[in-house]
């Protein structure tokens, strides 16, 4: 374990867990990270490792082949994986919050048909919600499934920014469906989609076009995803239940967010890591630059941005595994983590000096997975939206 962000309280499994985990970022993902990434390369080796550590199945309950752990041991382990590439954690994220969906929402048949797969990393898992036009608008989504005669559904629409999206064999979608309700949210249904992986034309009437050219988070694939009629049945729609998709997925990204905070919190570890060590290498002036106020100071305060970063995201998690409501929790963990990520990144690429603009160097890499977090799961402006309702009614005078 790092010296910073440690966490009280953990059982001796979990602990071992978390060592193991460890040791195989400092072993395998840190020393290839760099080839990787620059080679937009996906990493299917580190991928089966993963594998081989039951990492795809760390939620998903026992009697499902997975290790049911809590959510609490899942970001931690998502927070060493991003520590050694953010990437990395990006394979197993859209899985684990289809495995949660599914575990939390699905019919018996469904948990049956899917668990079991999802936790030897046999099926993998991906989260389409988004759209071109849609941003943070959920309730606008145009993705449309259209219920014919004998119950099945014909979904015609375009879905943006699937992470995973050729690499995945089950993707739980959100689109729009007529329950004729009243409040647009409540004619949104989530669908199990089962494909190859692959792009093209996958399976009739579902196509996912290709990669799109990121500026960071290379190595993992995220793609449009096209419907033109494709034909499920009444059985693909989660809990079969229509209409309800909205506060499934919602559902899944209170936990997502939790893991978009652990992965902020790695992503600063690793960047004070490296600001830490070159601090004490790089002379100038006669002396190591970290014998300098100026940056001695830095380190002090990137120190204690990812100390708080880490404690608000373990709350949270601990929150969600005790049952408790914990939107407020998570939003907050999420809105500081990627926040005082991107600032630690770039307090860290600023001590790097001229090396920190050069490829050789991680930095250079950091510097541009850190914004993604920014947006990811819901920007900062809509965690800050969140707080604020919540805080509003809580205080209502």
Not at 25 to 47: G, M
Request: with cysteine; hydrophobic share 40%.
């Amino acid at each position: 374990m790092t010296r910073l962000a440690q966490t009280l309280g953990l059982s001796e499994f979990q602990t071992e867990i978390l060592a193991t985990v460890r040791r195989f970022v400092d072993k395998e993902i840190i020393p290839t990270a760099q080839e990787l990434e620059h080679a937009d390369t996906y990493p299917q080796a580190i991928v089966d490792q993963m594998k081989e550590m039951g990492l795809f199945g760390l939620m998903i309950p026992e009697e499902y082949g997975g290790l049911g752990e809590s959510l609490l041991t899942y970001a931690l382990c998502v927070e060493e994986l991003a520590r050694g590439w953010m990437s990395v954690s990006g394979v197993i994220n859209t899985h684990f919050i289809v495995a949660y969906m599914l575990r939390q929402h699905g019919t018996d048949a469904q948990k049956q048909r899917y668990l079991p797969r999802m936790a030897i990393g046999e099926t993998r898992g991906a989260f389409s919600m988004s759209e071109p036009e849609l941003g943070s608008d959920v309730a606008a989504i145009r993705s449309r499934a259209v219920r014919k005669a004998d119950g099945s559904y014909t979904l015609d629409g375009q879905k943006m920014w699937l992470t995973n999206g050729g690499s995945s064999t089950l993707v739980a979608v959100l689109v729009r469906t007529d329950e004729g309700a009243d409040k647009p949210h409540r004619n949104l249904t989530a669908f199990l989609i089962e494909k190859p992986t692959g792009f093209g034309e996958v399976a009739p009437g579902l196509t996912i076009p290709g990669k799109i050219d990121k500026l960071g988070y290379k190595g993992i694939d995220t793609t449009e995803l096209i419907f033109d009629g494709y034909v499920a049945q009444a059985d693909d729609v989660l809990g079969e239940a229509p209409g309800q998709g909205f506060f499934q997925m919602m559902d899944g990204i209170e936990v997502g967010r939790v893991n978009v905070s652990a992965r902020a919190c790695g992503v600063g570890i690793r960047a004070f890591e490296l600001a830490v060590r070159y601090a004490q290498q790089r002379e100038t002036f006669g002396k190591p630059i970290a014998d300098h106020q100026a940056i001695a100071f830095q380190l002090a305060e990137m120190a204690t941005k990812v100390e708080a970063a880490h404690l608000m995201m373990v709350n949270a998690a601990r929150l969600k595994d005790s049952g408790e409501r914990n939107d407020v929790a998570a939003g907050m963990a999420k809105y500081l983590a990627s926040e005082f990520c991107a600032e630690v990144t770039q307090q860290s690429f600023r001590i790097h000096g001229g090396y920190g603009y050069s490829k050789e160097y991680e930095i250079e890499r950091l510097m541009r997975d850190a914004p993604f977090l920014l947006i990811g799961e819901g920007t900062s402006e809509i965690q800050k939206n969140i707080i604020s309702k919540r805080l509003l009614a809580d205080y209502r005078i």
